[in-house]
Structures are given as C-alpha cells and as structure tokens.
C-alpha cells in the first residue's frame, strides 16, 4: 500500500515543460517491429516514457496485481478535451507486413536467474516463468515512421533519449531505433494532414466530417489497452490493410 | 485469389495423384452413408468444411448440415451471415441446415471463458444428435494440419470419441493444395477472410478460427491488425 501511494504522489506531482509547437518526429529503425495493432500513437509512447521518468526507481516495482491509474500523469504535449496532440506512426511507403514465428525455450543462458530451490529441483517448461512458447506475431518491415505532435521539443528530446525500441519483442533486438530528428512544422499535423485523420478522434469532439471517413470502437488515450478508453471514433486509415 | 494462384491450383486439380484422392474421398463417404443410417455434416465455414461438403453434396444433395453460431463476439455477425449464404449456395437443402447459438456467447467473456464455448456447443450437439437421431457426423479434419491431427486422423472413421455418434474424416489424405484445387475447380463459395489473410499468412498457413479468442492468440496474432474494427465491440 506504502509504495502504492508513493507511486500515485510521484505520478499526481510530475511536472513537464509546456512551450508547446508543432512537430515532426522522425523515427529511423530497425526492421522488424512487431505489432498487434495497425497504429503506433506517440502519446502512448510518451506516457510510458514519462511514466518511467516519474516514477523513477518505483518503475521498476510496481504492483503486478493492480494497474495504476496515469490519467493524471502530465505528457509534454498539448492537450484538447482529453485528447493529446500527437499522430499515429505514418509507416514509409517500401513497408510491408510479414508474419514471424517466434520460439522461446529455456536455455543454459538463463541459470543464472534461478534461485537456490530451483538450482537444485527440476525446471518446468510446460508452465510457469520458464514455459516455453511457439508464438505467432505480426512483423512490420519499414525503415522509418513519422509522428507529428504538438509539444515541448526540449523534452520529447530528453525523453526521447531514453526510448531505444518500438514495438513488442524488443528484449530479442526488434523494432531498435537507429536515430530519432525532431523538427518544427508551420502547420500542427496531429489531428488532420491533407484530408486524412491522423489520430483516433471521439466523435463527441465537434469536428468537420468528410467523405470516407471511418467510425469504430477503439481507445482514444493512453493507456491503449484499455477498455475503459474505448468509445465511437473516427479512425485514421489502416495503412496496413488499405495499402502502405 | 489472383490469376496465378488460381491457375496453380486449377494445374493441381487435373493431377492424377488429386483425382486419385477425390475418388478415396468418395469411397469413404459412399462407405458411410451406406454404413450409418442418418449422417450429419459439421460445417464451419473454413475451407476444408467446404471441399467436404462439395463432395458429399455431389451424391447425398438431401444430406442434414450443421452450423454452429459462435456469437458475435468470436465471430462477427457479417462472417457468420456469409458462411450461411456460402452453404446455402453450395445447394444445402434449407430444411435441413440446423444453424446452432447460445445466448452465453453473446456477452464480452466469450473471448476468454472458452470453457462457455466448449459448454455450450457439446450441449447443443447433444441435443441436436438425440432429437434428430443422427448417427455419424462427417468432419473436415485433416492428417497435415497438426500432428494431434495426424494421429486422430489416421483412419477414415473415428468410434473411439464418441461410440454413440461415430466421426467420419473423407478429407483426411488432402493437403492444403488439394483443397484449394477443389474448391477453385468446381468453383466453390469459401469466405472472403481468406483473400485478406493469405496475402500475408500464405495460402498454405491461412485458416478460420475465432477471432480474439484467448485460445488461439498465439496462433493468429494478426487479427488485431486485420480486423481491428472488430477488437472493441
């Protein structure tokens, strides 16, 4: 419970700069990056990084039973009606996507983690910590993704420092960030860029609605994964099944 | 399907070695209409469910067909209604295709209670068997999909699993390419999720099963890309 409250205090007093401007965020990487989703939003990955950069220490043993509650973790980036100002990755036109199996077993690698109980008894692969798996997981081949924002240039560039990977399965090498250039932009892209959507907006926001615009039931902020942020949105296009 | 793969398999499709397994094929659904009484077909919607059907509706056009719903949570509601209109345009007799729910799939825990869904269906099937009077129900399993497939599989009839109501396997020699030539020679309906899916998954890998469903994430991780309109309903 004590470390609970001490998470929620460093969470509730995180403070970020706010000299906010329209950006380009260029991430180089690394193929494949593996995902389960057809987007990557920047805010998501902010919120992680800002998270660990709160918490500090604390990150690293946070209650596994329990989620906890960011939605009052300040982000460096502008904020309208509860929604960031931060696109989704625009993936670069050679993208493909390909599907990866990936195997994990127990190796003499990991013996070195084993407690004393376990050093001496049999380890289970069928169950447990070191079960092993057969998994498939979509790999997206690009070489590059674009993110526009709204936000504190000098602190995505200090936050940005400590991002080093994207997408799931980084701990086996994917998805590594070779470079990352912030820019300035004339004009804020996070929400619209030439006709298209380039977030997931709720359609309680009032904005102009066009031809061809698409409407589901997907979350809005971070985190992602939940359900409790999930409403009707106007989706921005799946480059993936709709062609890269 | 592209013209090349559609070519391809219609090459497969005037093979000896296929023709030769069409007409096992037929041997052991002749075998077990002949055997049984009332047999069933269990029709999924997935392609093997097809190539079987087609072959059992070439001679047995009156044949009892049965579907199973799972509810719009594993399967959307659109998915389900062109499976239906796929067997009813293969020429299943309308009066005798029994199309199986449960109102406990359609709630939001069906994605990961998968015990509700095994519950459920046996429940039903149960059912189905004892008022119907079925006595063998044809199934489109096949030896190369896994190797607890293989060993099920291996012989043409199954008493083992259930000693009231027999299995019948009369596709169990195809091979992913045998099924496809057959459902591209004789021009068969099959779901438009294969068209979508193969083009990253291959038409050798590509296969129907519920979607977001805990017990089988591991295996089509695609899903939440492909289908992610459906994710959050």
Redesign the interface.
């Known amino acids: 419970m004590e470390i609970k409250k001490e998470i929620m205090k460093r969470i509730v007093d995180y403070e970020i700069g706010n000299d906010y401007t329209p950006l380009q965020v260029v991430m180089e990487v690394i193929p494949p990056i593996y995902?389960?989703?057809?987007w990557l939003h920047l805010d998501s990955i902010l919120s992680y990084l800002c998270t660990r950069d709160a918490l500090n220490d604390l990150f690293y043993c946070m209650p596994t039973h329990e989620t906890i509650d960011i939605s009052l973790l300040d982000l460096p980036l502008k904020k309208t009606n509860d929604l960031y100002h931060a696109s989704v990755g625009i993936y670069d036109d050679f993208s493909k996507?390909?599907?990866n199996t990936i195997y994990k077993r127990f190796t003499d690698k990991e013996t070195h983690h084993l407690t004393r109980k376990q050093q001496r008894g049999r380890i289970k692969t069928n169950q447990g910590h070191f079960k092993d798996?057969?998994?498939?997981?979509?790999a997206l081949i690009t070489n590059k993704i674009t993110f526009y924002c709204n936000g504190d240039k000098n602190e995505l560039k200090r936050l940005f420092k400590h991002l080093t990977h994207l997408g799931k399965k980084t701990s086996i090498g994917s998805g590594y960030i070779r470079n990352i250039s912030i820019t300035e932009t004339f004009e804020d892209y996070s929400f619209f860029k030439d006709g298209e959507i380039m977030r997931t907006i709720p359609i309680m926001m009032d904005i102009p609605i066009f031809e061809g615009v698409i409407i589901?039931?997907?979350?809005y902020k971070p985190p992602y994964w939940d359900?409790e942020n999930?409403t009707m949105c106007y989706v921005p296009k799946?480059q993936?099944?709709g062609g890269f | 399907m592209d013209r090349r793969t559609k070519a391809s398999f219609m090459m497969r499709s005037k093979q000896k070695e296929f023709k030769n397994r069409v007409k096992y094929s037929k041997k052991i659904i002749k075998n077990c209409f002949e055997t049984f009484n009332k047999p069933y077909v269990a029709f999924s919607g997935g392609k093997d469910s097809v190539a079987m059907l087609g072959l059992i509706l070439e001679e047995y056009p009156d044949v009892h067909v049965e579907n199973w719903n799972h509810g719009s949570y594993l399967i959307p509601v659109e998915y389900q209604k062109e499976i239906e209109n796929n067997a009813l345009k293969m020429g299943v007799n309308p009066k005798h295709f029994h199309l199986g729910s449960s109102k406990q799939l359609e709630h939001p825990d069906a994605r990961w209670d998968y015990m509700r869904w095994y519950r459920t269906m046996f429940s039903y099937l149960k059912r189905l068997i004892d008022s119907e009077g079925f006595d063998c129900v044809c199934l489109g399993l096949r030896m190369e999909e896994s190797s607890a497939r293989k060993w099920k599989a291996r012989n043409p009839f199954n008493y083992t699993d259930d000693p009231k109501c027999p299995q019948c396997y009369p596709v169990h020699t195809w091979t992913w390419e045998d099924v496809w030539a057959y459902i591209i020679s004789k021009d068969l309906p099959y779901l438009h999720h294969y068209d979508?899916y193969a083009e990253?998954?291959g038409w050798d890998?590509t296969r129907i099963c519920t979607f977001f469903d805990d017990e089988f994430q591991?295996?089509?991780?695609?899903d939440?890309?492909?289908m992610?309109?459906y994710r959050?309903?």
Do not use: A, D
Request: aromatic content about 6%; cysteine-free.
């Open positions: 995902i389960t989703s057809p996507l390909k599907m798996f057969m998994i498939n997981l979509p589901q039931r997907q979350p359900k999930v799946n993936i099944k | 979508l990253y998954s890998n591991h295996k089509n991780g695609i939440g890309i492909l992610s309109e959050n309903r």
